[in-house]
């Protein structure tokens, strides 16, 4: 499951839960750290997390910035998370001669560890609720746009004042759609280095087919090791690997960072979501994947160039089909629009939450607008019409040139100084890039503007300057000196200067679409998220009023705690069983006489003899997960390594919206077939060795 979020086909008796008065359901919630279910625990499952307990796996967890999870799991910085986490990182390191993806990579000793390339991964440290500042920055009689720029001033100077006083990473989040902002600090690092990756296809076994499906037989993992100082370091908290892994019926957590959830959303916002936001998706997504495949299929190193991308647009596309899926399904809706009429008397009846009784409507204002934006948005600001990683570069330094003089708190979000760091982190990586690659995408990218805004469009006309599609992308990419980190360095530090000066095409294309395009996000930050944002924010308050403040917020790819049992499920008439095996895996090869995509690597074939085909390779659970868990620990009461969340089943999609555990599940690889692996398939016995603190 990766960062782009899924949703879906929902059967007609799964539980919905209430928009904006959320009745939590069974194991159901992704909840703060410093705010868990410890009631809800110790009544159920007789289990009450510590302080000291909950600080532990905090810490032990990290994040990663390619859109994923992972934890620490030795005292020598050894990071777990899974192969299609690590496989961003995997691609920038690879080259004609040297696969990664494909083939794996084993670092027998520290010397042959390889460094990433812009590889960020966060530890959060601290959480500070930080809800009065914000709101009293915001004064009630202020425009929506001007109290965007409150809100955004404020963000800034809370972030900024703590970057200074900690050094750590300081974001503010936005939690229950605008009624909480707590400010999250979280230590860095960006020496990481590979370990050890399996081949792509035992990875990923099954693929397209099995993906989101169960049973599987995926060993979907990736191993860095964190450096400071050109040292490893050596964690406080890590997690230590369990004897015996999950087993049947066990409580086990999930500590992870989901990406984004809408359960919160009013009917009206899930009606455009259905309507107009998920099939525009789907339709970039169908586009996308037939371009990625047409160029793939041309030669062995095009394949590797475009691994990664295909493989996250297909999953993507089809999480998107299940959201649409789900947003169809009336039940869903029905039981969605008679809980908000609930709610919507509740509010009217109590003359203290009057400030709530319209926010429903200001929602739905928003979302009209929102969605005569999309397109338009979604081409220019969204970068669609532009596919191509040197028009963002292009973009950044653009943008760069302008927001920098500016106060921090006046600048847009990703240019305040809180967030210079990163920026050049990125601005500056040394990702190869390949000509004909960009060329492809972004010439696919320029006949999509053009097929969107109309061949006529006047910015569509100057955009591809008397050429085809093909042949603008072709001048571009060719003439652009952006694809040098130098040149790019250099129009950084020189500043609009440099950057009005430049003759690269690209700075130019750049400008030429930008004021257009920053109209556009001020009137998306403006007239829609701006007036959501407080439509919401009294909403939540309502909500707090009338149930409590003891409930989980959406998902925003900030740490959260969620919980459930290891147990099967029951689908057409037949028990599905917690776990799978090796045996398994080798019987699924062979009903498929070993083709692709159920064709096993070379060594898996040659090692089987020596494998307990009894061990357990992959488990089920009923935790509440979505995409950005990838990586994500499951953990026992003890704190102790189970297994590692890597996918859902298709059932688990409808979790965007509603959690269910009747059928859904959180989908794992199970830390006894993990060790398995290493040492008989791959052996690998100094690294399972590290894991499990002893020799076996």
Not at 159 to 184: A, C, F, H, I, P
Request: charged share 30%; proline share 4%.
């Amino acid at each position: 499951m990766t960062p782009v979020f899924r949703a879906a086909l929902c059967v007609a008796a799964c539980f919905i839960v209430l928009a904006l008065s959320q009745t939590v359901f069974g194991d159901e919630g992704m909840w703060l750290f410093n705010k868990p279910p410890t009631e809800y625990l110790k009544k159920q499952y007789g289990f009450t997390p510590t302080e000291k307990w909950l600080d532990h796996v905090q810490k032990s967890s990290v994040r990663f910035n390619t859109g994923g999870s992972g934890s620490f799991v030795s005292p020598d910085g050894l990071v777990m998370t899974n192969h299609h986490v690590g496989a961003a990182t995997l691609q920038k390191i690879s080259d004609k001669d040297h696969n990664y993806i494909r083939d794996g990579f084993h670092a027998r000793n520290a010397t042959e560890e390889i460094k990433s390339i812009d590889l960020e991964i966060n530890i959060l440290m601290d959480i500070k609720d930080i809800t009065k500042r914000v709101n009293d920055a915001v004064k009630p009689d202020l425009k929506p746009g001007e109290a965007f720029a409150a809100r955004r001033a404020v963000m800034a100077e809370i972030e900024q004042e703590s970057l200074k006083e900690t050094g750590l990473r300081s974001d503010v989040v936005t939690l229950y759609q605008g009624g909480v902002y707590n400010l999250y600090l979280y230590k860095k690092y960006t020496d990481v280095r590979l370990v050890f990756a399996p081949e792509a296809q035992i990875a990923f076994y099954g693929g397209d087919p099995d993906n989101f499906e169960y049973p599987r037989f995926d060993l979907d993992i990736c191993f860095f090791r964190v450096y400071e100082d050109g040292k490893p370091i050596h964690p406080k908290n890590y997690l230590k690997w369990s004897k015996n892994g999950a087993t049947d019926n066990e409580l086990v957590f999930v500590s992870g960072h989901p990406g984004r959830t809408d359960r919160l959303n009013t009917v009206a916002s899930l009606e455009e979501l259905r309507d107009v936001e998920t099939p525009f998706a789907l339709q970039r997504l169908f586009r996308a994947e037939v371009m990625l495949e047409t160029f793939s299929r041309r030669s062995e190193e095009n394949a590797r160039e475009a691994k990664e991308d295909l493989f996250s647009v297909q999953n993507s596309r089809k999480a998107y089909i299940g959201r649409l899926a789900g947003l169809q399904d009336p039940a869903i809706l029905g039981r969605k629009k008679a809980d908000e009429l609930k709610l919507r008397a509740s509010v009217a009846k109590d003359e203290k939450l009057k400030s709530a009784v319209d926010s429903w409507d200001r929602i739905a204002k928003a979302d009209k607008i929102r969605a005569e934006l999309l397109h338009r948005y979604t081409m220019l600001e969204g970068g669609s019409g532009f596919k191509t990683q040197l028009f963002s570069t292009a973009r950044l330094l653009v943008r760069a040139a302008e927001e920098l003089p500016k106060k921090s708190s006046e600048r847009l979000r990703e240019y305040r100084e809180s967030a210079l760091e990163e920026l050049q982190f990125h601005l500056f990586s040394e990702e190869p890039i390949y000509d004909e690659y960009e060329i492809v995408k972004l010439a696919d990218g320029l006949a999509f503007l053009a097929e969107e805004l109309g061949y006529d469009d006047p910015l569509v006309r100057k955009v591809l300057d008397h050429k085809s599609p093909r042949d603008r992308a072709a001048a571009l990419i060719r003439d652009t000196k952006l694809k040098s980190v130098d040149d790019r360095k250099k129009l950084f530090k020189g500043g609009e200067k440099a950057v009005k000066a430049s003759k690269d095409p690209m700075i130019a294309l750049a400008e030429l679409v930008d004021a257009e395009s920053r109209a556009l996000r001020k009137r998306m930050e403006t007239e829609v998220d701006e007036p959501k944002r407080s439509a919401y924010a009294d909403l939540a308050n309502a909500k707090f009023a009338i149930e409590g403040t003891n409930t989980y917020p959406d998902a925003t790819f900030t740490l959260r705690l969620a919980f459930g049992t290891v147990k099967g499920f029951e689908e057409n008439g037949k028990h599905v069983p917690f776990e799978t095996t090796f045996a398994g895996l080798y019987q699924r090869s062979k009903e498929n006489d070993d083709k692709p995509p159920f064709d096993l690597p070379q060594r898996w074939v040659e090692k089987k003899v020596n494998l307990d085909l009894k061990t357990p390779l992959n488990f089920v659970c009923t935790a509440d997960i979505i995409g950005g868990n990838s990586g994500s620990p499951v953990i026992n009461r003890n704190a102790e390594l189970v297994g590692i969340i890597f996918d859902g089943n298709i059932q688990s999609l409808v979790l965007d919206f509603a959690y269910s555990d009747e059928q859904a599940r959180a989908v794992s690889v199970h830390s006894a077939g993990i060790i398995e692996a290493l040492r008989k398939v791959y052996a690998a016995d100094g690294l399972a060795d590290e894991l499990t603190g002893r020799k076996e």
